[in-house]
């Protein structure tokens, strides 16, 4: 008896869960995915812009004209308020469905609200468990909405022409691979500062332009394509992009080359408090407009080398020099000292002895290649 | 010779206790899945920030010693065991507290001990679902109700709590592999990320923070008391020590990879700041097929969850029903009793900082247990020389 009691209420209580619906149910056309979001400074509060795809107008989505891409695929909305958050809500209120941020790639940021500080706007980022950690954080010169405007044809949604050439040119170590996930580990931690891609808005596209600095949240100063390079050797070891020298011998004429690889070894003298940061450049020539210079022989190589290696280590010292009058460790020394000298590490301000230390650089390039040219 | 008083014993037992579990059903393999699966439940999640915020970079040296800890109580459980073979907690332990003669005696005496281990385990499943609804609730449905959460996780418990003894063993051992290997994947494939400055120094702490550290990280081992209701359903108990410290052991090793990696990829001073770190890990893992990993996770981490829950209920209901010789029939009634007090407790705590304190008072109760009332336990069985005397040593 008392088990059929059982049963027949187990049979009553699934037969009941069916009918029940689900709390967080959400449609995938009842949600605006934001694509890409773009942060000013307004007065004293905050203007924030959203990019969002339009579903019919991209190609494959079955009915309607699809469009040829850049602005026509995607819509923008704008609105203000005291925060993040105050500022999405207004922009709810000019929306039909629910926004979602699940998708969002890109996350672009005045250099006039990040000189500021990007402190409250990380929290309200960090917290919000849609966003990912994987998406891109950059710093533009002048208005961050205009980066959302432009326009470029070759993908569908300019967010995603953004986000593959950020992904591609990180992979070639020519930007900083510095996602948010990185942007806020660093920001948080003592012994590192953080840096994050620097660009500039035209009207077809946005151009990358170097690296912006910061010193925890605030960003303090920014470095030029060059600059950034050597910056990219110096911190992680990474290439970097072409450089061009005059000739060695200093006739006119250009020379310039494409480093393929790059090796970046630290060591620190402890007793007194003094870095050596050595970069290992092998690098090809990639055009050659000295007259005169014959690349055959090992002299003149060993020249063209030279020359490198003190373009490289004079821009080293300017950038070294703008971090510690900075005081933000760019470089990954904290994490060194902290690691490998934990005792010392524990009686040091580090920002202080930072902008304190002997940090000295040294290249070693080798020219390994020219090209399908003999000379 | 062994084998015979093992015979002898359970069919002593079954007068005294009724519903012993008597059948050898659980296999090797099963037992050690069974303690992997106990102890993996929710606390995986926030390993990562309690030791951060303790030992900081340090954090693998804390979850060995923690292990070592763990090993040494589940060593004392699987000793006892073995003296009474085929007797759960409930049987040895009224043979402990009284002489072989004054068996009402130690009904009474080992009645306060017993409600004891009943109460904390309770607290414990309570504690586990709760957090597991917080997660649920902060990470992927945000409108959901948390009684919902709670409930829907307790309710799959309960179903499973009355179930024999291999049934416990199979399920632990099907779902093992399901538990393990994606949290493998997802440590491993996040080792690439990871900055190996953020990993050291190695032992560079105070004794303070290691022993804090260890203290926060032996909460992640709770729950392998329930050994002491299912050694007495073992196959083979003379070869259980390697079972429990083999499935101990793996918890470890998936404990210091996720750790390591968590640490590793952000650092301890962002990792203190996280809510549940690892989950924070998943959402960064790099996709191995798919981009967003973090709604698998979740699914199958509530299996994780599922079993620890499952395991702790069915030796709560079985350590109730053999000291109160509730047969078949009674369990059902029992087992909504049960339910209705975990839930009740599970939603007492108002907010999430007060079910961490919850958490770190039962993990803090759990640890003042294994110290004291483990090793007490041990030595009377020694001191008084009960249970079979041909130990294997």
Known sequence: ?375 | MSRQTGQGMTAHQKQTTQTAAGEKVISFWQSMTYVSNTILGVSVLTLPRDLAATTKSDAFSAIIAAALFTMVVVWLFTRLGQRFPGLTLVGYAQRLLAARSNRKLGRWLSLPLLMMFAVWWICVVAVVIRIFGEVQRSAVFPETPLWFMVGSMLLTGAFVARSRADVIGRLNEFLFPLIIIPLLLIGLSSLTDVEWTNVLPLMHMGWKSFLLGTLSAFFAYQGVSVVSIAMASYQQPQKALQAHVAGIGLVMILYILVTVSTIGVFGYSEVQRLMWPTLELVKTAPGIIFERVEAGFLAIWVVAVFTTVANLLTAIVHLISEYFAIGENGQPVLIIGLAVAVFMIAMWPSDVQETFEWARMVGLAGAWGAATVTPVLFLLAKVRGRGREAEGN
């Open chain 1, 1 to 375: 008896m008392r088990r059929k009691g059982i049963k027949s209420i187990a049979v009553l209580v699934s037969a009941a869960s069916l009918l029940v619906g689900c709390w967080d149910r959400q449609e995938i056309e009842q949600q605006l995915s934001v694509s890409a979001l773009a942060i000013d400074r307004h007065g004293d509060r905050l203007r924030v812009t959203i990019q969002v795809p339009v579903p019919v107008k991209i190609v494959g989505s079955g009915s309607g004209e699809s469009g040829g891409g850049g602005q026509e695929a995607v819509q923008l909305f704008s609105a203000a308020g005291s925060n993040l958050n105050d500022a999405f809500k207004n922009v709810q209120k000019q929306l039909n469905e629910e926004l979602s941020f699940g998708h969002l790639r890109l996350v672009i940021i005045s250099e006039e609200l990040a000189r500021q500080g990007l402190r409250d706007i990380t929290d309200a980022l960090a917290r919000n468990a849609e966003v990912r950690r994987r998406l891109w954080p950059l710093v533009t010169v002048g208005e961050a909405a205009r980066a959302l405007k432009a326009s470029p044809k070759l993908e569908q949604v300019p967010t995603t022409f953004f986000t593959d050439m950020l992904e591609n040119q990180s992979k070639r170590e020519r930007m900083v691979e510095k996602t948010l996930g990185h942007l806020l580990a660093d920001m948080t931690d003592e012994a590192k500062d953080p840096i994050v891609n620097y660009i500039k808005a035209s009207e077809k596209s946005v151009n990358w332009v170097g690296t912006a600095l910061f010193k925890g949240y605030r960003m303090v100063d920014h470095f030029g394509e060059e600059d950034s390079w050597v910056l990219m050797h110096l911190r992680d070891g990474k290439r970097g992009s072409k450089f061009t020298s005059g000739c060695p011998d200093g006739k006119p004429g250009q020379l310039t080359i494409e480093p393929k690889a790059a090796k970046r070894r630290l060591t620190f003298d402890e007793s007194r408090f003094k870095f050596h940061i050595a970069v290992r450049l092998d690098a090809v020539i990639n055009e050659k407009t000295c007259r005169g210079l014959n690349l055959q022989t090992e002299a003149s190589e060993a020249a063209v080398e030279k020359a490198f290696e003190q373009l490289f280590e004079e821009r080293a010292r300017r950038v070294v020099h703008r971090l510690q009058r900075a005081r933000a460790d760019a470089l990954m020394l904290g994490p060194h000292v902290r690691a490998f000298h934990p005792d010392l590490w524990d009686r040091l301000d580090w920002p202080d002895a930072f902008s304190r230390a002997d940090i000295v650089v040294s290249y070693d390039v080798r020219i390994k290649g020219r090209g399908a040219i003999y000379r």
